[in-house]
């Protein structure tokens, strides 16, 4: 079992920046790539970005490409989301997700894995 608990969001104006973190325990983390998807009021969950096991490989949706950067600390068993450039469509609850899998998958039902979320807001 890993248990995710994700931090860090909030409410901020468009153009602002938020750091999402998810601090993992349970198994080694290192043994697993991780994601992070959101999920806007009555729309799917959506992948947002993915990282391998060392942060050599990541992976972006094509919304956040550019504004968006994911890393990961394998001693503090946490992985991060920079969000700059926020903008109103960036509201959701952001997840972050553990896959035991070989790639960056950006289906979410791949994912073994989830946090309970953490509410992003972006006022316009």
């Known amino acids: 079992q890993v248990q995710l608990v994700e931090s860090g969001g909030g409410l901020v104006q468009a153009g602002g920046s938020l750091r999402l973190s998810c601090a993992a325990s349970g198994r080694t983390f290192s043994n697993y790539i991780m994601g992070w998807f959101r999920q806007a009021p009555g729309k799917e969950r959506e992948f947002v970005a993915g990282i391998n096991w060392n942060g050599a490989r990541t992976h972006y949706a094509d919304s956040v490409k550019g504004r968006f950067t994911i890393s990961r600390d394998n001693a503090k068993n946490t992985v991060y989301l920079q969000m700059n450039s926020l903008k109103p469509e960036d509201t959701a609850a952001y997840y972050c997700?553990?896959?035991?899998?070989?790639?960056?998958?950006?289906?979410?039902?791949?994912?073994?894995?989830w946090g309970q979320g953490t509410p992003v807001t972006i006022s316009s």
């Open positions: 997700a553990a896959n035991s899998g070989p790639v960056i998958w950006t289906t979410a039902a791949l994912y073994d894995y």
